[in-house]
């Protein structure tokens, strides 16, 4: 018919489908009208959850896989995760793609082409702890409010998907991780900045170039909500662009959530919502105080034992906090986050579970490791600890398995401490210590 337009949807392919940031992503770029497909290099919880939601993936990344994917329909844009070239600098997907100049960008790439597609207003959550929670958070009270609201979470939540596009949306709140630079590639129209430390070590090699980040990146949003510690530690003072709120907050008494991470992390996204929502913050913290949390965020899985993404000193710090403000006495299943961050912080260990009644101490999980550097086993790992009787080396097993339901089941507090994936502790607390397994 003469006039009549073909339309196609662009084709956008996501290789690391199962991470934390491209599985949101491409649950949002679906439902904003592109065709979406993609692969990771194994199953887990979080690829189960992408199929469930009606995103097409396959596991293994092969050229023969894409190629059958680029033959049903023809691939236009490949994002793929930082993960993918760390593990296989030539990684048989992003060759594929360059052999048919098929378009190539990490996340932040196609997010900015969504957000400016959309006309979507930036709401950033940075910070070296606390992202996802306080990300989660904000989304919480957009929708308890009735406010439509699009967004990326990086956990699972039990109130809409990890990722969602929402067309009468004004607002796009986004957990803005600074691993790889990538919150470098936005500028915000808020961002609300959470504790700041220093991590990833593998991009930022000094404490100094972490800190330059964060105030590169404050810099470039429109304007930021950050307490006056964090404001001092990054060496910024109040202006036009930048609010700061005091460390003895007097509305921090009237948050009633576990943990005092999460109380402040919460009064800075009430801080920067209020405004925006024209509500009160008295009224915004009824609906915080509602807040069911997400996933693996001191996650209750059975009575008595729960899995948390604590892998900092810093946040194990804080999820110890919260766990001692239920029970004196607390167990913890700790899996490190890969080795590489083991050799900068060993030394930080230190009494960070002291206040412990059992640690059982398990292998580093890896990923993205430096070969040239010395696998640090579970002893020598312990050995940084200021206390050292209350900790057992283990690996996940049945023996494991009924010290910890053995725990719960008197009356201690478990807490499996784990920052990894698939095959994690985190996944195998979920198969073998949740209520559903026993």
């Known amino acids: 018919m003469r006039g009549f337009i073909l339309y196609r949807q662009m084709h956008i392919y996501f290789s690391g489908i199962g991470g934390t940031g491209l599985g949101p992503l491409a649950l949002i770029a679906n439902k904003a009208g592109y065709k979406v497909s993609g692969s990771d290099s194994k199953q887990s919880q979080y690829t189960d959850y992408l199929l469930k939601h009606g995103i097409s993936l396959h596991i293994g990344q092969t050229k023969e896989q894409i190629a059958a994917e680029h033959t049903k329909n023809p691939i236009d844009w490949i994002v793929f995760s930082s993960a993918v070239l760390i593990t296989n600098p030539n990684n048989p997907e992003l060759l594929f793609a360059k052999a048919n100049n098929i378009k190539i960008t990490k996340r932040d790439a196609c997010l900015n082409m969504i957000l400016d597609e959309k006309k979507l207003k930036l709401i950033a959550i940075a910070g070296t702890h606390g992202k996802t929670t306080t990300t989660a958070m904000v989304v919480w009270l957009f929708k308890e409010l009735g406010i439509p609201v699009s967004y990326s979470v990086g ?11 929402e ?13 790889d630079r990538n919150f470098l590639s936005f500028k915000p129209y808020i961002s609300i900045i959470t504790i700041v430390d220093w991590d990833h070590h593998e991009i930022y090699t000094t404490r100094d170039a972490y ?3 964060f105030i590169d990146f404050i810099h470039q949003s429109n304007h930021t909500y950050i307490f006056n510690r964090d404001a001092e530690y990054l060496k910024l003072y109040t202006t036009n662009s930048i609010s700061l709120l005091p460390n003895e907050d007097a509305i921090l008494k009237n948050i009633k959530l576990k943990g005092l991470q999460n109380r402040q992390n919460t009064r800075v996204a009430l801080g920067a919502i209020a405004p925006i929502t024209n509500k009160s913050v008295d009224e915004l913290i009824t609906i915080a105080n509602r807040f069911p949390g997400s996933s693996r965020r001191f996650e209750p899985l059975a009575p008595n034992i729960y899995t948390d993404y604590a892998h900092t000193p810093e946040e194990i710090r804080a999820t110890m906090e919260m766990a001692r403000e239920i029970s004196s006495d607390v167990i913890v299943a700790y899996e490190p986050l890969t080795d590489r961050r083991q050799h900068y912080m060993k030394d930080q260990y230190d009494d ?32 940084y600890l200021s206390e ?50 026993q």
Request: aromatic content about 10%; overall charge negative; hydrophobic content about 40%.
């Open 211 to 213: 800190k330059q980040a």
């Open 352 to 383: 960070v579970f002291e206040t412990t009644k059992k640690i059982y101490w398990l292998p580093s999980y890896l990923a993205r490791e430096d070969p040239n550097q010395k696998i640090l086993t579970p002893d020598e790992l312990v050995s």
């Open 167 to 179: 067309s009468s949306s004004e607002y796009f709140v986004y957990e803005c991780d600074e691993f």
């Open 388 to 437: 050292q009787t209350n900790a057992e080396t283990a690996v996940l097993s049945d023996s494991l398995k009924e010290k910890l339901l053995a725990h719960a089941a008197n009356g201690d507090l478990v807490v499996c401490m784990a920052g990894g994936g698939g095959s994690s502790l985190d996944e195998w607390a979920r198969q073998e210590l949740s209520a559903e397994a």
């Open 155 to 165: 956990a699972k939540i039990n109130f809409g998907p990890m990722g969602a596009y």
